[in-house]
């Protein structure tokens, strides 16, 4: 059973490590769930031999044994034996692996109000094993787990809200369950508080306070806290720049486990080998092949070799892929890392996708100037989405002041270019007339162009138009007939303007 992980990477200087939802009860480096032998024992003296006896074997690694005892235990209503015995189903230990049963255990302790079976319970429906994947619950049983003081539940709580997954996103709470989980001496906790000071995420930037809680879990031995920590070292960032220092954590990271630290030592050994030209073209055509076959994840390995050798195009295919998630578990912060590296070297379409990551806030802090400029950038290059976004942001003021004139250049730039999503926006400003005088016939001649490309939004358009009979001949037919095509894609206006109609 893999690691459980909710993406978040660092991006100092594109190189920190991975934020991780973890299981109850992290040991040293380990990410495992927690066997909570707590020191609570229940009156029955059958019980606590039986605890004694499944502690003895699960510590000498008979799991067999140990699940016949903690069984014993957990019929007889012991919640530190309900989780062990879910524990033990979960990671196949004594048992066949069977995901259900471990949920079904895990449950009978966490309605008992152990919260270490709360917090496996949460990451269970994380997860989706041996239930459906629920976000909202797996929030609720971190929260019942957080409520009762569990640092590792404050953290995977924090990277939920984080991450907008089972709760409405929200940074600042991210940062307050981190810095819960933080001050418990939770040091991936420290690690996930160091990181949002460090990008400026839910608190204001502070590279000191960065360093403090990395070393606070560098001091723990805990692998990405000693990996950030050595970046942090590397690049001069809230410490005097010290290459010796830095590797001499990043060489402790690696010994602990961490890959990342393995690559960075390489990189600063300069043991990269060099591949030839011929090679590197093997590698995108091989990468170009695997994505056409929809296969990402080959495509993203084939891919991420070229993009290491500062081939911009591949490092907007990276960022792509990242960004939407295929080949790889989705990924906002190395998405941005790809896309930054990518439009710096001139990528346009890198460019449009780094600002849609700033406009939303995606792996990167908020930021609708920045969002604005790499639109401009691309946007001036020819980019027909760009363009588009441009007029969106000078529309909705987003950026920069509300322009509809702008609005009006960006849009007609795009939709000239055949995008239908421009098509229809500029078919909105005819019909509206506030930045130019309204004209039905070219909101309609814009509609029709949208909608022949399958855009829902011009389909209704062109519907309401002839329903209304503006800028054509009123004709109901006509309107049914375009208010269909829009329901079957399932906008619900749509649907409703055809109940209107006794359709």
Known sequence: MGNRTIGMIGVLSCLLGVNTVSYAGEAGNDVSKNHARCMVMQDDERVQNWMKQAGKHYDEENYGEAMKYYRLAADAGNTEAQNMVGLLYDLGLGVPENNAEAVKWYRKAALNGDFYAQNNLGLMYKDGEGIAQNYAEAAKWFRKAADQNFDEAYCNLGLLYEEGKGVVKDVIEAVRCYRKSAELGNARGQCCLGYMYQCGVGVEEDVAEAVKWYRKAADQEYNRGLFNLGVMYETGVGVGKDKDMAKALYEKAAELGYEQATERLKLLSGERATLSEAALKEYSSRAAKYYNEQNYTEALKNYLVVAD????????????????????????????????????????????????????????????????RWYRNAANKGNKYAQYNLGRMYQYAKGVSKDLSMAKVWYEKSANQGFDSAQNSLGNLYYNGEVISQDYGKAMEWYRKAAAQGNMYGEFNVGLLYEYGYGVTKNIEEAVKWYRKAADQGMDRAKTKLQELGR
């Open 309 to 372: 050798y500062d081939d911009a195009y591949a490092q907007y295919m990276v960022g792509w892929l990242y960004k939407n998630g295929k080949g790889t578990t989705q990924n906002y912060r190395e998405a941005s890392k790809w896309l930054l590296k990518a439009a710096n070297q001139g990528n346009i379409s890198a460019m449009n996708e780094l600002a849609i990551l700033y406009e939303n806030g995606n792996g990167v802090g908020q930021n609708l100037t920045e969002a604005v």
